[in-house]
């Protein structure tokens, strides 16, 4: 069955730091790949995409992702973290022949301080 | 552009008692979905509608829950009688394309 992990249920960082946050995947095919980040009483909002192309994917608010078919990855980075990233953030699969149905991670708690 | 609506944003109920959820996607977005979101977890879809039609209602507990689309616009989605477990955060979420946008989603909690 298809599976999405997120082995870090929390981190933390301090501001101006690097950040990665790991994302595996369980699926035989090519999967469409997402993360999502909801803010405290927020609906989720897409932050970047891959569905084919260019392994390494820009998104909004400074992040990026890189899709490492042999390891079945997709982690999302920054490479400097402000306060206001603080967030749950979301990875999510997208079947390939089914791109409308999205099977999310736990999450992984971003806390940043000062 | 609005994004989704979703009311109420909070409800608080008792066990038994029905519950109702409204959602309004994104003018022009035909696909819509209702996930439920339990507490540190990911979202989980219940139901896809495209247009008025329930295209994958495969995770929706059909005993106690309910949704409708009329008009291919507005959905609501019915739980009765609602139970304990039943609490959760429902999103709902609309798509033109690929992109799926969510709702703030409502919050339920259920004693």
């Known amino acids: 069955a298809q599976s999405v992990t997120q082995p870090d249920i929390h981190i933390t960082v301090s501001e101006g730091a690097s950040l990665e946050l790991r994302c595996n995947y369980s699926y035989g095919a090519t999967p469409y790949l997402f993360w999502y980040v909801q803010s405290p009483g927020q609906g989720l909002q897409l932050l970047l995409k891959y569905f084919s192309g260019d392994t390494l994917v820009q998104g909004i608010k400074g992040f990026e992702a890189e899709f490492k078919r042999s390891q079945s990855s997709f982690n999302l980075r920054k490479p400097s973290v402000h306060w206001s990233d603080a967030a749950e953030y979301f990875c999510a699969v997208g079947l390939s022949y089914n791109t409308d149905k999205l099977i999310f991670g736990t999450g992984t708690r971003l806390q940043v301080f000062p | 552009e609005a994004g989704v609506v979703q009311s109420p944003r909070y409800k608080i109920i008792e066990k038994k008692q029905p519950v109702a959820f409204w959602c309004n996607p994104i003018s022009g977005h035909n696909t819509l979905y209702w996930y439920r979101q339990n507490l540190g977890q990911g979202p989980e879809l219940l139901i896809r509608?495209?247009?008025?039609?329930?295209?994958?209602d495969s995770q929706l507990p059909k005993d106690r829950f309910s949704a409708e689309r009329l008009k291919g616009v507005d959905s609501t989605l019915k739980i009765q009688p609602a139970e304990l477990g039943d609490s959760a955060v429902y999103l709902c979420?609309?798509?033109?394309?690929?992109?799926?946008?969510f709702g703030p989603g409502t919050r339920l909690t259920v004693t």
């Open positions: 509608y495209e247009n008025e039609e329930a295209v994958d």
């Open positions: 979420a609309s798509a033109s394309t690929y992109e799926q946008y």
